[in-house]
């Protein structure tokens, strides 16, 4: 069943778009965990060698995949400190989330203690990240085409207004339907948050753990990045709540793009920084160390500032912290902040994380593209969604984006974008 209206204008290329998009993603992925390995360590090169199907494919590492995903739903399903209420949906109604993800982390990390101490053996992790990506793909591609089947049955209310244009290459790699769940476990907002991010740094820990191995202890680098972005998933985490606003979960479907993101890309590429520094060791002076984390608090200030005054507003326009900001009226009786962070630029939040996202790379020093693949793609991922979010924005709020544009000309930065 396709939802009524006009049908939604088609995104990434369409068709053919996402069909290269599904071959060129995963290919991507795999040839970054190859060259990160290899002594050049080039970007742009070629991986060393081809890996075979033996040194993909591994049962074990399918079923320790396996494994933490249910130790993730079943943290999930844990009782939580808060049940928070989504955006209204087409029918009116609200669903339920759980706020329990930053508990999940505290509790990941006790089990994972706990593991350690009993001989487990998270330092031959890094040496498995070849086959657990394979793993991760495999589910990926299994659990898109479950979400496809299921969508076929889901009333037209259930449906995104993108990813039902009836291509069914189309469909399976945007989502169909927006929020699929079983009972409490909304499967998007499950994946969004807990295994691909809380995994992240559960990698980045085994980088670390098997650096010290290696070289007795861990370099200031690979602290800086374990920390960063510790810092990074923590924020997210313990702001959980935020997601539910985010074009991803009000917008978009559940498809090969958001499942592939949230439990392949973002584990396996986003830890690209610290499997860099375990296979080319950089040194860092104090100096050099102390500038990188006045970055990282920079981007992290602007970051935390900007999404959390769009989200107080949001939530209550006359809360004190946010009731002197001059807004704009619209016609749908919601209002624009034209002061504060986003009286700077339209999207003071990108900027704040593309500034992290460069000091997440300066502690594998200048020598190597490779560290900085994260800063580049994260640049044209940032300046799509927003193209995408202007044009949502724009049929949205008509005239009054329209005078918000006038009044805040620049995009992301400042004088440039
Ligand atoms: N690390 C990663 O891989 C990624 C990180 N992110 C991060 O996720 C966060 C969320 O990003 P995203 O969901 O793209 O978008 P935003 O959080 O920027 O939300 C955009 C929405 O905010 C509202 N809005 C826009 N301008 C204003 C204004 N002036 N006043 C009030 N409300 C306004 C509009 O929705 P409405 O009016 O309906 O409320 C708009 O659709 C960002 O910090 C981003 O950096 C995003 C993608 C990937
Ligand atoms: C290239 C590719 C595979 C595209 C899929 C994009 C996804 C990887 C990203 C889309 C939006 C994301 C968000 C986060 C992680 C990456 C994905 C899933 C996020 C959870 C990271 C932490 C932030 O604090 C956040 C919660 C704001 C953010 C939400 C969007």
Redo the contacts with the bound molecule.
């Keep these: 069943m396709a939802p009524q209206g006009s049908p939604a204008p088609l995104e990434f290329g369409g068709p053919l778009g996402a069909a290269a998009l599904m071959l060129l993603l995963p290919a991507t992925m795999f040839h970054l965990l190859l060259v990160v390995r290899s002594g050049p360590a080039r970007l742009l090169g070629p991986p060393p060698h081809l890996p075979g199907l033996d040194a993909l494919w591994s049962p074990r590492a399918l079923l320790l995949w396996l494994a933490w995903l249910g130790l993730q739903a079943a943290l999930y399903l844990l009782p939580a400190r808060k049940v928070a209420e989504g955006q209204e949906l087409k029918d009116k109604s609200r669903l339920q989330y759980p706020i329990n993800g930053f508990q999940a982390l505290v509790l990941t990390a006790v089990l994972v203690g706990l593991g350690v101490s009993v001989g487990l053996p998270l330092g031959a992790l890094p040496d498995m990240l070849l086959p657990l990506a394979f793993a991760a793909t495999l589910i990926a591609f299994i659990f898109s085409l479950l979400l496809y089947l299921k969508a076929q049955v889901a009333p037209a209310s259930a449906l995104a207004p993108g990813g039902n244009s009836g291509n069914p290459v189309y469909d399976f790699f945007l989502g169909r339907e927006l929020n699929p769940r079983v009972s409490f476990l909304d499967f998007k907002y499950f994946c969004e948050l807990r295994p691909g991010l809380i995994g992240w740094v559960l990698i980045n820990l085994a980088l670390l753990t098997q650096e010290a191995k290696l070289r007795g202890s861990p370099s200031l680098a690979m602290w800086l990045v374990n920390g960063f972005q510790l810092l990074?998933v923590g924020d997210a985490l313990w702001y959980e709540e935020a997601v539910l606003?985010?074009?991803?979960i009000?917008h978009d479907g559940f498809g090969f793009m958001l499942v592939f993101g949230d439990l392949a890309w973002?584990p396996f590429t986003?830890s690209l920084q610290a499997q860099f520094l375990l296979h080319h060791p950089q040194v860092l002076g104090l100096p050099m160390a102390s500038t990188i984390c006045l970055i990282n608090a920079i981007g992290y200030y602007i970051?935390r500032g900007?999404?959390s005054q769009?989200n107080t507003?949001?939530k209550n326009p006359s809360d004190p912290r946010v009731a002197d900001l001059e807004t704009i009226s619209t016609a749908t009786g919601?209002?624009?902040?034209?002061s504060g962070w986003?009286g700077m630029v339209?999207?003071p939040?990108?900027l704040?994380?593309l500034i992290m996202a460069l000091a997440w790379s300066l502690p594998c020093g200048v020598s190597h593209l490779l560290p900085y693949f994260y800063l580049l793609y994260?640049t044209a991922?940032?300046v799509h969604?927003e193209a995408r979010?202007e044009r949502?924005?724009l049929q949205?709020?008509g005239l009054a984006w329209q005078e918000?544009c006038r009044r805040?000309p620049y995009r992301i930065l400042p004088y440039v974008y």
Excluded: E, I, P, S
């Excluded at 919601?334 to 034209?338: A, D, E, I, T």
């Design positions: 990074y606003t985010t074009m991803d009000t973002v986003y970051f900007a999404n769009k507003f949001r919601r209002k624009l902040l034209v986003w339209r999207h939040n990108y704040g994380d994260f991922l940032l969604r979010d949502q924005c949205k709020y918000y805040v």
